[in-house]
């Protein structure tokens, strides 16, 4: 069956280090996506991508990256930088287009 | 840039009531307009969606939403709701005009149905 994986589900890490979350998608989408979930606030973009080797910032991008160099793949790292990064991090995907975005199953990030 | 109001953070319901959750949004131009549900510590999973054409959208799970453009809302109805339906509902607007697919999220309904 189609769709995205995001992995791991539970991620646990100390406050100073990087880690990366990874999303594949064989839905031979264009568009990947990056989103952050906080209890009461929705969902806020952190980056996206339409096409491989390139990507824009969305709205909350400071202290994360993003790479793409192939089009099923999408990983995110959360840097030392991002002050609070303790969330629900979800990976989106979509055709080109106003298409909906399908989701993954969500990466909960625990950093103390 | 779009915004999206889900004027209800919380909705309880007893089972078999019918239910409304409410979506505002901030500009009728050329809009997308999406309903996503969420279930405990998964991902979203798309509702319905109007794209064009007939105002009453139905989707899975025997929900319904009503395209309204002079009032800028999109809001979700169910005539009866089960146990099962208990979960987060996100409106979703995407601005047609914008470059790249630009999704806008509301700030979520969480529906509780009471049996």
């Known amino acids: 069956d189609g769709g995205i994986t995001q992995s791991p589900k539970y991620l646990f890490r100390k406050e100073g280090q990087n880690v990366t979350l990874s999303c594949e998608q064989n839905?031979?989408?264009?568009?990947m996506y990056w989103y952050r979930q906080d209890p009461g606030q929705g969902l806020r973009l952190i980056y996206y991508?339409?096409?491989?080797?390139?990507?824009q910032k969305g709205d909350i991008a400071e202290g994360y990256s993003v790479s793409r160099e192939k089009k099923e793949s999408f990983p995110l790292t959360v840097t030392s930088a991002q002050k609070n990064p303790t969330a629900f991090y979800l990976c989106?995907?979509?055709?080109?287009?106003?298409?909906?975005?399908?989701f993954g199953n969500g990466t909960r990030l625990t950093v103390t | 840039a779009q915004s999206v109001t889900q004027l209800d953070s919380q909705v309880p319901v007893f089972e078999e009531a019918p239910v409304e959750l409410r979506c505002n949004y901030s500009?009728?131009?050329?809009?997308?307009l999406f309903w996503y549900v969420q279930y405990p510590n998964q991902g979203l999973q798309l509702l319905l969606k109007?794209?064009?054409?007939?105002?009453l959208v139905k989707g899975i799970n025997g929900f319904e939403a009503e395209f309204n453009k002079s009032q800028t809302s999109f809001h979700l109805r169910k005539p009866s709701v089960h146990i099962s339906d208990t979960a987060e509902y996100f409106c979703?607007?995407?601005?047609?005009?914008?470059?790249?697919?630009?999704?806008?999220f509301g700030t979520g309904t969480s529906l509780t149905v009471i049996p």
């Open positions: 989106a995907s979509s055709w080109a287009g106003n298409s909906p975005l399908h």
């Open positions: 839905l031979n989408h264009d568009a």
């Open positions: 991508s339409q096409i491989v080797n390139d990507f």
């Open positions: 500009s009728s131009v050329s809009v997308y």
């Open positions: 109007y794209l064009s054409g007939s105002t």
């Open positions: 979703a607007v995407s601005d047609i005009r914008a470059a790249g697919n630009q999704f806008y």
